[in-house]
């Protein structure tokens, strides 16, 4: 039986940046785009196909992972008192 779910083509997976759609919101300030493209871009991930190889996903999730890590590192942290240090 063929499994429905999963397909070994290797023809990518949704962009985990867009979701798909291909374009993404500029971040110039919606009325005050100065990038000329009016709130919205190509999705620099998948360059506007709305998918991309599975390695640039797992790519593209492991920097958001590592860029939030470095954010939460530089948070004040509320409750210093945790942890055994
Ligand atoms: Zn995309
Ligand atoms: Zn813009």
Do not use: F
């Not at 429905?4 to 023809?11: I, L």
């Amino acid at each position: 039986m063929a499994e429905p779910e999963y397909d070994d083509r290797d023809e990518g997976v949704i962009c985990p940046r867009c979701m798909g759609d291909g374009s993404v919101s500029c971040y110039c300030g919606g009325d005050l785009c100065v990038c000329a493209n009016y709130g919205e871009r190509d999705c620099p991930v998948c360059l506007g196909e709305g998918d991309v190889s599975h390695e640039r996903s797992a790519q593209y999730l492991k920097a958001q992972g590592e860029a939030m890590a470095v954010i939460r590192a530089a948070w004040p942290t509320p409750s210093d008192k945790e942890g055994g240090e």
